[in-house]
Structures are given as C-alpha cells and as structure tokens.
C-alpha cells in the first residue's frame, strides 16, 4: 500500500513565526488531506487537496501530485495552532482507505 | 459539524470480555470508517463501512468486528479484548455522496483501556 511520510516530526515555533510542514507519498494518489489535532484530541479537517493549491485565512496547503508530496503552510502562527498535524493519502482503487503518517507535533510558544 | 457521535467515550474492561464501541451520525452518510491511535502509528484503519450491511477490512482488523445494520449506526465489536487493543478509538464519516474518495470527518474518539 501507500506509504506516507511526514516531516519534521516536531516543530517549536514562538508566536507570529511561520512554518511549512511536508508529507511524502509513495504513489499517486486520488486523496490528500491534513488534518490538526489540537491538544484535547479533536481531529479537524484542514484541506481536502489531492493536487493544486488552497488556502484557508493563515493556512494554505499544495500538493504537486507528480513529483508526491504535499505542504501546508502556517503562517503568523498562534498558540491555538499548536497540536499534531496529519497528513493522509490513498491511491489507486483503494478509494475508500485513507493511510495516515505519524504527524508533525507543533507547539507554538506564546 | 457532521454530526458525528462516539459512546461509550471512555471505558475500562478487562481482558477476555467483549466490548462494543457505537459510531452514530445524524446525516445519512453512506461511509464511515473506525480508526485506532496509538502512539508513534498515526491513525489506522480498522474497518469501514460502504453502506448497510456493507464493510470491508481495513488496515488493522484482526481482533475487531463490525457492523451496520441501519446507516446512522457503526458498531465496533473487540470479541475478546485484549490489552493491546488499549487505544483510542475514532469514527469517521465521508460526505462524497458517490464514494469515499472526499473529505473525512472524525467523532470526538473513544479511550478504551484493557486491564
């Protein structure tokens, strides 16, 4: 199956600073989604973006599917963004089976 | 809001005794999933669900059940727990109408702890 992978695993950012996280896929994909964790548990959808851009207020994400990564952006990063960050893909006939990484862990200090 | 809800939302059981996890939605979406996390794996799929009586084996079955016997409701079923099914446990649901090649939504998870 697909493989993903994300990085950094860990980032520390103090307020208003900017970040770019990665996800790497193994194979095309059909569906790409980050999702943020925040520090309670909840998982929120961010982007549904299996190639091209959006943007969403300070986030926006790319996904440049013919060379298989995607990049969020955080920019003017805030305390409230801090959490784990997940990228996740499928491919090919596996439509309905999204593999996840193992997240980027974002504090951002006040 | 996708109007997802997860019960029990904590539970403590101990090994050998089966434990039933409900995933309910008031939307009327044909797909939902159940994943687990644990610590250093991310999210993995253990189930999903196409439509009533409609599912097919994730990622991580072996040890889990489910079932869908109307579409609001996903049952996860763990026979005969063991501790290495401690985790948390997360419904899913996906709103594209003609697959589940669209955007997912999570419930607010499960922790499930096996003594």
């Known amino acids: 199956g697909i493989q993903v992978e994300q990085s950094p695993p860990d980032l520390i950012l103090q307020e208003g600073a900017n970040s770019t996280l990665r996800c790497n896929f193994s194979d095309s994909v059909n569906n790409l989604q980050w999702f943020h964790q925040n520090p309670w548990g909840q998982l929120i959808n961010l982007f549904y973006i299996p190639s091209g851009t959006k943007q969403n207020g300070r986030l926006s994400a790319t996904t440049v599917a013919t060379e298989r990564y995607s990049l969020l952006y955080i920019s003017s990063s805030q305390t409230t963004d801090s959490g784990v960050y997940f990228c996740?893909?499928?491919?090919?006939?596996?439509?309905?089976?999204?593999?996840f990484g193992k997240g980027t862990l974002l504090t951002v200090n006040p | 809001d996708a109007g997802i809800t997860q019960s029990p939302r904590h539970k403590v059981t101990e090994t050998g005794t089966p434990v039933t996890l409900r995933c309910h939605q008031t939307?009327?979406?044909?797909?939902m999933y159940w994943y687990r996390q644990d610590p250093g794996h991310g999210l993995r799929l253990i189930h999903y669900s196409y439509g009533v009586k409609d599912t097919d084996k994730g990622e991580v079955s072996d040890g889990y059940s489910v079932s869908r016997s109307k579409t609001e409701d996903f049952l996860l079923t763990l026979e005969s727990a063991t501790s290495s099914q401690t985790s948390v446990y997360f419904c899913?649901?996906?709103?594209?109408?003609?697959?589940?090649?669209?955007?997912?939504?999570f419930g607010p998870g499960t922790r499930l702890t096996v003594l």
């Open positions: 939307e009327n979406h044909r797909y």
């Open positions: 996740a893909a499928n491919s090919g006939g596996s439509n309905y089976k999204l593999t």
């Open positions: 899913a649901i996906s709103l594209a109408p003609a697959g589940g090649t669209d955007t997912q939504y």
